[in-house]
């Protein structure tokens, strides 16, 4: 099987000065558990070449096991130092794509028509798509075949106004994703702040933060795994 994994390119966070990107966590995470269930990897990003990491997410209070591992693996960072342009993407060359988060997709794959035409193509294809923790905020503008938010009425999560008031960007951002998601008419939902939390509707997957990264990763190769055997 193979999934492709699309990270942002945008690394200013607002006007502060300070740099974002896309979070460790949340790539690490789920590029083991999909490798490890045999799929082949792709990374892409608008703009191509190595994304910006949030230097915030490899801080020693933000590392895990993955992220150590990722650090360490030749593979993994050739891989990220080589994302492809996202506009040269074909979606019927992937079985999947899955949406890792950190603040730099609001300002960038939020807005971006090759990202959205690749979540309506996929999900209209009958393939799942993952977003975690900031990353479902892209789904603002993506719509269904009719016209409405893709998100009305589904059940959705994504990264809580408590935990943005908890890293002091609530004024910063361009949006927040729980506000976003509920506007759009999705049935909104969030377990504790920092836990893992995911929900699944058919083929559309979301996951709160960064501790969900694993989860909705794993979630995602079940439904891999259900469009195999099907």
């Known amino acids: 099987m193979d999934v492709l994994i699309v990270l942002t390119s945008h690394d200013e966070l607002g006007a502060t000065g300070r740099k974002t990107g896309f979070w460790l966590e949340e790539l690490a995470a789920p590029y083991y558990r999909l490798e490890q269930a045999g799929a082949t990897i792709t990374l892409a990003s608008p703009k191509g070449g190595r994304p910006p990491l949030d230097p915030k997410s490899n801080e020693p209070g933000s590392q895990t096991d993955d992220t150590r591992r990722f ?33 730099g997709p609001l300002w960038d794959l939020a807005e971006d028509a090759d990202s959205i035409k690749l979540i309506e193509t996929t999900l209209r294809s009958g393939k799942p798509v993952a977003l975690v923790c900031h990353a479902p905020g892209v789904l603002r503008h993506v719509t269904n ?86």
């Open 71 to 103: 650090e360490a693996d030749p593979k993994a960072n050739a891989a990220l130092d080589s994302t492809r342009v996202l506009s040269t993407i074909d979606p019927a060359d992937f079985d999947a794509v899955f949406y890792p988060g950190g603040h």
């Open 145 to 230: 075949e009719d016209g409405t938010p893709l998100v009305q009425g589904r059940p959705v999560t994504g990264f809580t106004n408590s935990e943005e008031e908890g890293v002091g960007l609530t004024e910063i951002v361009p949006f927040l994703v729980e506000d976003e998601l509920k506007a759009k008419g999705g049935d909104y939902s969030k377990g504790a702040d920092w836990s893992s939390y995911v929900v699944r509707d058919g083929l559309l997957i979301t996951g709160q933060n960064p501790a969900s990264s694993a989860e909705a990763a794993d979630v995602l190769v079940a439904a891999l795994g259900e469009r195999a055997a099907a």
